[in-house]
């Protein structure tokens, strides 16, 4: 147990992913620069207090948003140390967001990005294989102590090399996960592991000892909640392996620009990477003019290595499985159907045409951006952004206006509730950026996986099926109070619609709109709610009674559905929106609304062209999609038979599953 000193503080952890590997990098690196001793303490969970030096121990400490925690410190500069990391805390712990989000992430850099598609195809470069170390041949107790070191400092000007390329080719954001992964390598902790073993133990060589340590620090962050700090466990397997490779003198992991790569092969000719996990430095690393995808064996998409590969515009699938790949098969895939072959009888030609298909669809519907979505038979279908920040809807090319504006990610970074006036002033700049169209605000959607840092909740068990959502604000309504009086304000203004999350019942339904009706809104606002669980789906003729519109929130509605978490690797397969059983809840929607109330989708659903069309022909004629998919949506939908998806979607309903769905698409 590490002792607190006098000197403390506390802050709440306010960044979307908490104390994860980038952040916990930066709060070491204050700690280690003052004369004092500082220390962590976890006050939400009892965990610590931790030594603030050693990212090992900070980053394992699961210290998730919404979390309060103790700055603690002892020694001649305690008081400043403490008052540097509590401002630290407060600008978010200078946690940069990535600028990926999507497999259509916009090329970086020209010349060291990808096609920026989410379909690719070419001969397999396998690089899945743990490093061999069987030829390693150990010296005595100094011997390994000095390569120890030795092949420590090797790792550390590989990840500085590719911390400054990747600040330069990719983005700053990107840049930090290799500060996070050379503060691992400066840990003292980790260092004394190492050193330890090779003194203490019985015939340890540098290799083992390096494995031990990182082995270890890996499964810490394997049995962290949090699904995203979990799958930071990677980035120290990554750093363990640059280690190996040093020590066994074989080509560094990442290196793919110089033809080296995760097992030293010869990476020369153009094709699709195979790779267990996918590190960051692998992602940053791979010519993107050779490797034109990258297929990873492991489930998950928010790891540091997907995150850095989207954002240079390669091609990723994850979650391939154990599928055999032979080396120089030919291999391909499709992320949007989340389809992997290897060895297809036509040399893959069909998924050829499919990348030449998907690149003429982009510039084409680019092209078009602004025409609206008008299907063969003449049918308009509505097609939204949705939105977490005023730039995204400055980005929103072809957007008809917002169909979900995320105000817990608009104002999640703030350690108070936003006044009346601050909300007013950012759902104006956003109903300006989208010239005036109109804006769909969706009231705070706090809980689950999205604390809010200025309304701690209460541990729970299981927060997902816990106080979500409108939940919450019935016993806080002051919060939502002056959230309605600022959507009210702005509605006098311009077009304007406000919907209220997570509802489950109608009299959750009543509940909200008597606090609505309370303020007097203006003539014209229109209120509706969201449809995220399946009760709310089966009962939706009582709780639409009265208003005008519902939104199906897709991503939840699958996981309640499906009791999947998408961010369970183990599970997050059957997390597919195109569930059959998710699909027959839409469509019960669709059908059981009462006359005049309008049905809209705002989830990963809508944000998949082949997917739109489908809720098209169920009868949903507004989606709300993420903003670089607005153009490739609309162009889809104009090229439409509506009868003919009808048709489609009412046979979707009685498949089997969710591939099979997906194959008649």
Known sequence: MVAEGDSSTEVVVSNEHGLHARPAAKVVGVAQRFDAKVTLTNLTTGKGPVDAGSLSMVATLNAQQGHRLRIS???????????????????????????????????????????????????AIVADQDVDLSGYQAGD?????????????????????LRDETAKTVGAAEASIFDAQLALLGDVMVQDAVFRAITQGEDKSAPDAWKAALDAVAADFEGLDDPYQRERAQDVRSVRDRVL??????????????????????HAAAGVLVVRELD??????????????????????????????????????????????????????????????????????????????????????????????????????????????????????????????????????????????????????????????????????????????????EREANPFLGERGIRVFRRRPELLRDQLTAICRVAAETPV??????????????????????????????????????????????????????????????????????GNSAVAGLADGLDPAVLQLIDRVVRGVPDGVE??????????????????????????????????????????DLAEAATHAAASLAMPSATAVRAQL
């Not at 920040?389 to 108070?416: C, H, P």
């Not at 989708?601 to 709300?624: F, I, K, N, Q, R």
């Open 73 to 123: 410190a002892s020694g001649p500069e305690a008081d400043v140390a403490v008052a540097t990391l509590s401002a630290l805390a407060d600008r978010g712990f200078d946690d940069l967001p990535s600028e990926a989000g999507t497999a259509d992430a916009t090329p970086v850099r020209a010349g060291r990005s990808g096609s920026g598609l989410d379909v690719a195809v070419g001969p």
């Open 497 to 566: 619609q406000v919907m209220f999350p997570m509802v489950t019942t109608a009299e959750e339904v009543a509940w909200a709109r008597a606090e609505l009706a309370a303020l007097k809104p203006p003539e014209g606002l229109k209120v509706g709610i969201m449809i995220e669980v399946p009760a709310a789906a089966l009962r939706i003729t009582t709780l639409a009674a009265g208003l005008d519109f519902v939104s199906i929130g897709s991503n939840d509605l699958t996981q309640y559905t499906t009791a999947t978490d998408r």
């Open 141 to 161: 107790v100094d011997v390994e102590r000095q390569r120890a070191k030795d092949g420590m400092r090797v790792a550390e000007e590989q990840l500085t090399a």
């Open 245 to 266: 490779r040093a020590l066994v003198g074989t080509a560094a992991g990442g290196d793919l620009a110089a033809g080296g790569g995760p097992g030293g092969g010869d």
């Open 280 to 457: 960051a430095a692998t992602a940053a690393g791979v010519d993107a003019e050779r490797i034109v995808g990258i297929a990873v064996r492991a489930a998950g998409t928010t790891g540091h290595g997907v995150i850095v590969a989207r954002s240079r515009g390669i091609p990723v699938i994850t979650g391939i499985g154990d599928v055999v790949v032979p080396a120089g098969a030919v291999v391909g895939f499709d992320a949007r159907a989340h389809e992997f072959v290897v060895g297809p009888a036509d040399g893959g030609e069909r998924l050829r045409a499919v990348v030449r298909g998907r690149a003429g669809e982009r510039e084409a519907a680019l092209a078009e951006a602004e025409r609206p979505a008008v299907t063969l038979d003449g049918t308009t279908i509505a097609v939204f952004a949705n939105v977490g920040s005023v730039q995204d809807a400055a980005d929103a090319r072809g957007a008809d206006g917002s169909g979900l504006v995320r105000t817990e990610v608009l104002f999640g970074e703030r350690r108070v509730a936003p006044t009346v006036e601050e909300q007013v002033e950012v759902f104006r700049a956003i109903a300006a950026a989208l010239h005036g169209k109109s804006i769909t605000i969706r009231t705070w959607d706090i809980g689950g996986d999205k604390p809010l840092a200025f309304l701690p909740q």
């Open 599 to 640: 049905v809209a989708v705002c989830g990963d659903l809508a944000s998949d062209p082949d997917a739109a069309v489908l809720l098209a022909g169920l009868g949903v004629h507004e989606l709300s999609a993420v903003g670089p998919q607005v153009p490739v949506i609309k162009a889809r939908l104009r090229q439409t």
